[in-house]
C-alpha cells in the first residue's frame, strides 16, 4: 500500500515569492491534514479536511496561508507572500474517519521549506 | 501554551537496556493518547496508542503507560535495539477519534550498541 506522497521535498525560495505544496493521501483516506513543523518542535495542526470540508482551519493564518481539496482526494497548500518565519517543514497526514475512535494518521515525508 | 510536554529533549541508551520517555499534559479534557517515531527526513510513525479508560497498552517490546490524576504518560521501549534511535513524540486528543492531535516537542532516543 502506497503511503502519503507529498511533493516537493525540498524548496527554497526567497521571500516575498509564493510557494505550494502538494499532497496525495493514502487511497480511501477521507480525512486530510497540513501540519506545520518547526526545528526541535512537535507538528503543530494547520487545516483539517474531512473530504472536501475543511473542517478545523483555526490555526491556519489565512492572511498568507490557503489550502484547497478538490474532489476530496489531492490537496494544495499555498503561502502567499512567503516570509522568512516560514521556514520549517510542512507535513501532510491522512487517516480515514469511520469509527469515530481510536484513528490512526499516518504521515508523509514532508516539504521542508527555506526562505532565504 | 504548551498542553504536551516532553522535558527531556534527548536520551542515551545502551542495547538491551529499558528505555523510559514521558510526556506530561495539562488539558484534562484529552482522552486518547499516541507515541510517533520520526527518522530524519521521514514523517513521523504511529508506533502506540492509549485510550484514557486504560492505564497500560503493549505491543511487543513498547508498552505505554498512562496516569490520568498525574496527567503523565510514559513509553518504555524493552529491550532497546540501535534501530529505535528516532525522535519520539508524544502526542493527545480531546475525545477518542484521535482527529485534532497536539504533539509535545519531541525527545531524541540513541540507542547504543
Known amino acids: 500500500e502506497a503511503g502519503v506522497v507529498q511533493s516537493p521535498r525540498y524548496k527554497i525560495i526567497e521571500k516575498k515569492q509564493p510557494v505550494a505544496f502538494w499532497c496525495n493521501p493514502i487511497?480511501?483516506?477521507?480525512?486530510l491534514y497540513w501540519y506545520l513543523q518547526n526545528l526541535g518542535q512537535g507538528p503543530e495542526l494547520l487545516i483539517r479536511?474531512?473530504?472536501?470540508?475543511?473542517?478545523?482551519d483555526s490555526q491556519l493564518p489565512k492572511d498568507r496561508f490557503s489550502a484547497e481539496r478538490l474532489k476530496g482526494v489531492d490537496s494544495t497548500l499555498k503561502i502567499q507572500p512567503a516570509e522568512l518565519g516560514d521556514s520549517a517543514v510542512y507535513l501532510c497526514?491522512?487517516?480515514?474517519?469511520?469509527?469515530?475512535?481510536?484513528?490512526?494518521?499516518?504521515f508523509g515525508p514532508g516539504t521542508r521549506l527555506l526562505v532565504l | 501554551d504548551q498542553q504536551v510536554k516532553q522535558n527531556s529533549p534527548s536520551l542515551s541508551v545502551q542495547e538491551g537496556r529499558i528505555s523510559i520517555l514521558n510526556c506530561d499534559y495539562t488539558?484534562?479534557?484529552?482522552?486518547?493518547f499516541l507515541w510517533y517515531k520520526k527518522y530524519p527526513a521521514e514523517g513521523p510513525t504511529f508506533l502506540i496508542s492509549?485510550?484514557?479508560?486504560?492505564d497500560k497498552n503493549e505491543d511487543g517490546r513498547f508498552t505505554v503507560f498512562l496516569n490520568k490524576s498525574a496527567k503523565h504518560l510514559s513509553l518504555h521501549i524493552v529491550p532497546s535495539q540501535p534501530g529505535d534511535s528516532a525522535v519520539y513524540f508524544c502526542?493527545?486528543?480531546?475525545?477518542?477519534?484521535?482527529?485534532?492531535?497536539?504533539f509535545g516537542e519531541g525527545t531524541q532516543l540513541t540507542v547504543n550498541p
Open positions: 492509549i485510550s484514557s479508560i486504560k
Open positions: 479536511y474531512e473530504n472536501e470540508e475543511a473542517v478545523d
Open positions: 487511497s480511501g483516506h477521507n480525512t
Open positions: 497526514a491522512s487517516s480515514f474517519s469511520g469509527t469515530g475512535s481510536g484513528e490512526t494518521q499516518y
Open positions: 488539558n484534562s479534557m484529552f482522552d486518547y
Open positions: 502526542a493527545a486528543s480531546e475525545g477518542t477519534s484521535g482527529s485534532r492531535l497536539t
